[in-house]
């Protein structure tokens, strides 16, 4: 007979983590980012970004300000929220990427998700601003001017730098699977659905409809305030620790319930880290193998979730038995106190010098004891098994005990 698998907990110390190798090393001085070609592409594309709204900002701005457009104005404060959150993405990119630590033993993708959240509490900020603004100024139609028509020009080369802008930061985000990369991207992209108003307000204008602009800087600030406040939220999600959508659950439940000696699965909890995600599972094994075994199931369980899907680490608790069906077992007495019961019981057999399993399954304990042949006649182990059938009758502790005779080994 094997012994018993105790529950065995297996955390990423136990275990190197297949995206940070490093993990808990000491910081050295030149920086290294976790993921090279992530951290590249990133800062490539976010200073290509960082150029082309500062130029929109202040052409914008400028030529707003004299084309007496408050719309593409507006708009110039958008190009300039977006300058603001390139340089905190330029951030968080850097000191997202740098390895695990002992401070950080998960590493420090979360940075990402904090100036996410971040860059979508000023946008949403800024936008009730800009929208406000744009209503006071209608409530004095009498004071409204026309546009000149350099604002149309200016609106046009927007709508055309943004609309590029997102298609290029779209495709970098997606090749290196960045989370953060993405929200910007699609920042872009409102960015040149907010000029395509701005378009719009100045067309209206030149044609007579003189608030027609302060209505498209109106659009603007609700478009930016939602496309802020959904980033917030998604963040803010993220950082209370959301689990994955159920399809992915399912697909890693299905993961983990393939792998050969895992019997049962429960308590499988998921959270975002990123553009990752952390898994614990309560995996349920053979109650009577060993605990190396045990071990071993664990590690091919979260082997096969690392290797099948986008996940960061996994945590894998092992069961002898499924714990919301069972009784629990911490009220049983440990292995010293059990052995001087059962001794007791027995008439003072000596155990301590045999070896004894025990299972503690289901409330009660299950023993094996194993005594040299050498020193018990096979009608001595009998004798033994029947008083030990006996005192299962009424026993507090145990629900079985069995006696095995081994043999001596060469």
Request: net charge negative; aromatic share 6%; glycine share 6%.
């Amino acid at each position: 007979m094997l012994c018993c698998a105790a529950r065995t907990h297996i955390s990423a110390t136990d275990m190197k983590n297949h995206t940070q190798p490093n993990q808990f090393q000491d910081p050295i001085g030149v920086f290294e980012p976790i993921h090279p070609e992530r951290f590249a592409a990133a800062q490539k594309s976010t200073w290509v970004s960082i150029a082309i709204n500062l130029l929109l900002t202040f052409f914008q701005v400028v030529g707003g300000f004299f084309a007496h457009s408050q719309a593409l104005m507006a708009d110039g404060l958008h190009s300039l929220s977006d300058l603001l959150s390139d340089i905190l993405v330029l951030y968080a990119n850097r000191h997202g990427n740098r390895h695990a630590d002992a401070n950080h033993p998960y590493g420090h993708a979360r940075v990402e998700t904090a100036a996410t959240l971040i860059l979508g509490a000023f946008l949403a900020v800024l936008g009730v601003v800009l929208l406000v603004s744009a209503a006071m100024r209608l409530q004095h139609p009498e004071a409204l001017q026309a546009v000149s028509p350099l604002a149309l020009a200016i609106a046009v080369i927007a709508l055309v730098a943004k609309e590029g802008m997102f298609r290029y930061m779209l495709a970098v985000a997606m090749r290196v699977r960045s989370q953060m990369l993405v929200a910007n991207a699609w920042h872009a992209r409102s960015d040149a659905a907010s000029s395509l108003v701005v378009i719009i307000g100045v067309i209206g204008n030149l044609f007579g409809y003189t608030f027609f602009d302060l209505l498209a800087a109106a659009v603007v600030g609700v478009m930016i305030a939602h496309m802020g406040g959904k980033l917030a939220l998604e963040a803010m999600a993220e950082l209370i620790d959301t689990g994955l959508d159920e399809e992915e659950v399912e697909a890693i439940r299905a993961t983990l319930l393939n792998t050969h000696g895992v019997l049962g699965l429960h308590e499988l909890r998921t959270r975002k880290m990123a553009d990752n995600a952390l898994v614990d599972a309560h995996i349920v094994v053979d109650p009577k193998i060993s605990v190396s075994e045990g071990h071993y199931i664990a590690e091919l369980a979260r082997h096969a979730v690392l290797q099948n899907h986008h996940v960061l680490d996994v945590m894998v608790h092992i069961d002898p038995e499924d714990d919301l069906q069972a009784k629990p077992n911490s009220h049983l007495p440990s292995r010293p106190e059990l052995l001087e019961h059962l001794a007791g019981r027995l008439g003072g057999v000596n155990l301590k010098e045999n070896r004894v399993v025990l299972h503690y399954l289901d409330g009660k304990v299950e023993a094996e004891i194993y005594l040299p042949a050498d020193h018990y006649q096979a009608e001595q182990t009998d004798s033994l098994q029947a008083r030990c059938d006996e005192l299962m009758r009424d026993d507090e502790f145990f629900r079985s005990i069995h006696i095995h005779r081994k043999l001596a080994q060469n």
